[in-house]
């Protein structure tokens, strides 16, 4: 898909990253990393988005903290999934 200006299509993504202290990581993601975020969701905190140059990741804390990880594992509802701009199936 093209924009009409002949160049390249710009992709974006943002991984979901499920952490056991979403404050702690997000605040380390911004002192460490030179992230940023605005907020965080719910009370208590259990979503934040931080971002730096255009990346964006999101970092969700669920109630009960030390699961075993890939997402799909911890959370059968957030498995990963992609969706590439101008294709009509979401990839898994």
Do not use: M
């Given at each position: 898909m093209s924009d009409g200006t002949g160049e390249r299509p710009r992709w974006?993504?943002?991984?979901?990253?499920?952490?056991?202290?979403?404050?702690?990581?997000?605040?380390?993601?911004?002192?460490?990393?030179?992230?940023?975020?605005?907020?965080?969701?719910?009370?208590?905190?259990?979503?934040?988005m931080v971002w730096r140059s255009g990346v964006v990741i999101m970092l969700a804390q669920l109630e009960e903290i030390g699961l075993t990880r890939p997402n799909h594992t911890v959370d059968p509802e957030r498995d990963a999934w992609m969706h590439i701009f101008g294709s009509t199936t979401p990839m898994r």
């Open positions: 974006s993504v943002a991984p979901y990253f499920i952490v056991d202290d979403v404050v702690t990581t997000a605040n380390y993601y911004r002192d460490k990393l030179g992230f940023q975020y605005e907020r965080f969701w719910n009370e208590p905190p259990s979503f934040c």
